[in-house]
């Protein structure tokens, strides 16, 4: 079992920049991804990281503004910039224990509680 957990979270307004982190515990993932879903939306893989070989993916809606990145294996970063209104979410880290889909729900085995982001305009 592996436990995560998300912080992080916050207001900031649009072109301002959040960084989440995401603690995991316990038995470690092959991967670790983030998600966000806004009300009415569906829950969307934004970035993922393998952790052995450190390859990353992004959603195209995130690429070129956010960097996922990990410390030590046993920390998942989000760096979020010029973020914009409609990063606007709950973000969640998830941990999966297969190498296909990262950025796919149904891949993931592990969820952390979630951290709310708000950007304003």
């Known amino acids: 079992q592996a436990q995560l957990m998300e912080s992080g979270g916050g207001s900031v307004q649009a072109g301002g920049s959040l960084k989440l982190s995401c603690a995991v515990s316990?038995?470690?993932?092959?991967?670790v991804a983030w998600f966000r879903h806004a009300p009415g939306k569906e829950r969307e893989g934004i970035a993922g990281i393998y952790i052995v070989a450190g390859n990353t993916e992004y959603a195209d809606s995130v690429n070129g503004r956010f960097t996922i990145s990990q410390y030590a294996r046993n920390i998942v970063y989000l760096q979020m910039n010029s973020l914009k209104p409609e990063d606007t979410a709950k973000y969640y880290c998830?941990?999966?224990?297969?190498?296909?889909?990262?950025?796919?729900?149904?891949?993931?085995?592990?969820w952390g509680q979630g951290t709310q982001v708000t950007v304003s305009s």
């Open positions: 316990g038995r470690p993932p092959y991967t």
């Open positions: 998830a941990g999966g224990l297969t190498y296909d889909g990262i950025l796919q729900k149904d891949s993931q085995t592990y």
